[in-house]
Protein backbone atom coordinates (compact mmCIF):
# COMPACT_ATOMS: atom_id res chain seq x y z
CA UNK A 1 0.00 0.00 0.00
CA UNK A 2 2.82 2.15 1.17
CA UNK A 3 6.26 3.21 -0.89
CA UNK A 4 8.74 1.59 0.77
CA UNK A 5 10.20 4.87 0.86
CA UNK A 6 6.98 6.06 2.95
CA UNK A 7 7.40 3.26 4.95
CA UNK A 8 10.65 4.06 6.32
CA UNK A 9 9.42 7.53 6.67
CA UNK A 10 7.08 6.51 9.07
CA UNK A 11 9.30 4.71 10.64
CA UNK A 12 11.71 7.38 11.22
CA UNK A 13 9.14 10.14 11.90
CA UNK A 14 7.90 8.07 14.75
CA UNK A 15 11.60 7.17 15.82
CA UNK A 16 12.32 10.55 16.25
CA UNK A 17 8.94 11.27 17.80
CA UNK A 18 9.98 8.77 20.61
CA UNK A 19 13.30 10.68 21.50
CA UNK A 20 12.16 14.08 21.29
CA UNK A 21 9.37 12.98 23.88
CA UNK A 22 12.70 12.43 26.00
CA UNK A 23 14.09 15.59 24.97
CA UNK A 24 16.65 13.83 22.80
CA UNK A 25 18.19 14.42 19.40
CA UNK A 26 18.80 11.74 17.01
CA UNK A 27 21.72 10.84 14.59
CA UNK A 28 21.17 9.49 10.74
CA UNK A 29 22.85 6.70 11.91
CA UNK A 30 21.18 5.62 14.59
CA UNK A 31 17.23 6.06 12.97
CA UNK A 32 18.92 3.56 10.17
CA UNK A 33 19.87 1.04 12.33
CA UNK A 34 16.59 1.13 14.11
CA UNK A 35 14.14 1.60 10.75
CA UNK A 36 16.68 -1.39 9.18
CA UNK A 37 16.98 1.25 5.92
CA UNK A 38 20.26 2.18 4.26
CA UNK A 39 21.79 5.25 5.97
CA UNK A 40 21.56 7.12 2.05
CA UNK A 41 18.24 6.54 1.65
CA UNK A 42 17.27 7.05 5.44
CA UNK A 43 19.07 10.56 4.32
CA UNK A 44 16.55 11.39 1.63
CA UNK A 45 14.09 10.23 3.74
CA UNK A 46 14.79 12.53 6.41
CA UNK A 47 15.23 15.65 3.67
CA UNK A 48 11.77 14.99 2.66
CA UNK A 49 10.56 15.37 6.36
CA UNK A 50 12.44 18.40 7.13
CA UNK A 51 11.79 20.67 3.70
CA UNK A 52 7.84 19.39 4.90
CA UNK A 53 8.58 21.03 8.22
CA UNK A 54 8.07 17.58 10.42
CA UNK A 55 11.35 17.08 11.46
CA UNK A 56 13.64 19.58 12.60
CA UNK A 57 17.68 18.95 12.09
CA UNK A 58 20.07 20.45 13.94
CA UNK A 59 23.36 20.87 12.56
CA UNK A 60 26.92 20.28 14.69
CA UNK A 61 28.50 17.77 18.06
CA UNK A 62 25.21 18.01 19.54
CA UNK A 63 22.98 17.80 16.77
CA UNK A 64 20.33 15.69 15.12
CA UNK A 65 17.21 15.07 13.83
CA UNK A 66 13.89 16.12 16.64
CA UNK A 67 10.60 17.36 17.01
CA UNK A 68 9.47 19.66 19.13
CA UNK A 69 7.39 18.21 22.03
CA UNK A 70 4.63 20.41 21.75
CA UNK A 71 4.15 19.40 18.02
CA UNK A 72 3.53 15.71 18.17
CA UNK A 73 0.14 15.70 18.82
CA UNK A 74 -0.47 18.50 16.20
CA UNK A 75 1.50 16.29 13.58
CA UNK A 76 -0.80 13.66 12.19
CA UNK A 77 0.56 10.28 10.08
CA UNK A 78 -1.12 11.78 7.06
CA UNK A 79 1.34 14.37 6.79
CA UNK A 80 4.22 12.36 6.52
CA UNK A 81 2.68 10.10 3.97
CA UNK A 82 1.86 13.17 2.07
CA UNK A 83 5.53 14.32 2.43
CA UNK A 84 7.06 11.13 1.08
CA UNK A 85 4.69 9.93 -1.36
CA UNK A 86 2.08 12.50 -1.98
CA UNK A 87 -1.54 11.73 -1.94
CA UNK A 88 -1.39 9.35 -4.64
CA UNK A 89 -2.26 6.81 -2.27
CA UNK A 90 -5.74 8.25 -2.03
CA UNK A 91 -6.12 8.51 -5.81
CA UNK A 92 -4.82 5.00 -7.16
CA UNK A 93 -6.35 2.12 -8.84
CA UNK A 94 -6.30 -0.79 -6.30
CA UNK A 95 -4.87 -2.83 -9.40
CA UNK A 96 -2.58 -0.57 -10.46
CA UNK A 97 -4.22 0.12 -13.52
CA UNK A 98 -3.76 3.42 -15.57
CA UNK A 99 -7.00 4.39 -15.97
CA UNK A 100 -9.23 3.63 -13.43
CA UNK A 101 -11.96 5.59 -12.20
CA UNK A 102 -16.38 5.40 -11.25
CA UNK A 103 -16.92 5.60 -15.17
CA UNK A 104 -14.60 2.58 -15.94
CA UNK A 105 -14.07 1.14 -13.30
CA UNK A 106 -11.53 -1.90 -12.43
CA UNK A 107 -13.00 -4.97 -10.61
CA UNK A 108 -12.32 -4.02 -7.12
CA UNK A 109 -12.88 -0.12 -7.95
CA UNK A 110 -16.23 0.67 -5.70
CA UNK A 111 -14.65 -2.03 -2.81
CA UNK A 112 -11.43 0.00 -2.92
CA UNK A 113 -12.77 3.16 -2.42
CA UNK A 114 -14.25 2.41 0.78
CA UNK A 115 -10.75 1.12 1.61
CA UNK A 116 -9.32 4.34 0.53
CA UNK A 117 -11.75 6.17 2.68
CA UNK A 118 -10.76 4.55 6.14
CA UNK A 119 -7.09 4.80 5.04
CA UNK A 120 -7.54 8.45 4.77
CA UNK A 121 -9.61 8.98 8.14
CA UNK A 122 -7.41 6.74 9.88
CA UNK A 123 -4.13 8.78 8.53
CA UNK A 124 -5.85 11.84 9.07
CA UNK A 125 -6.54 11.09 12.49
CA UNK A 126 -3.58 9.73 13.71
CA UNK A 127 -0.92 11.71 15.54
CA UNK A 128 2.84 11.02 15.71
CA UNK A 129 2.36 11.77 19.88
CA UNK A 130 0.18 8.79 20.08
CA UNK A 131 2.13 6.26 18.48
CA UNK A 132 5.41 7.14 20.02
CA UNK A 133 3.36 6.53 23.36
CA UNK A 134 2.36 3.48 22.12
CA UNK A 135 6.27 2.83 21.82
CA UNK A 136 7.19 4.10 24.09
CA UNK A 137 4.49 1.83 27.09
CA UNK A 138 5.77 -0.98 24.96
CA UNK A 139 1.76 -1.49 23.41
CA UNK A 140 3.76 -1.84 19.51
CA UNK A 141 7.01 -1.66 18.49
CA UNK A 142 8.95 -0.44 15.63
CA UNK A 143 10.87 -3.24 14.78
CA UNK A 144 10.53 -7.20 15.87
Avoid at 26 to 49: C, G, H, M, R
Avoid at 63 to 75: A, P, T, V
Avoid at 101 to 120: E, M, Q, T, W, Y
Amino acid sequence: MFSKACEYGIKAAIFIATQSYEGKRVSPKAISEEIDSPQAFTAKILQALVRNDLVTSVKGAYGGFEIDRNQLSSIKLSQVVNAIDGDSIYKGCGLGLHKCDANHPCSVHDKFVDIRAGLKDMLENTSLEELALNIKSGDAFLKV
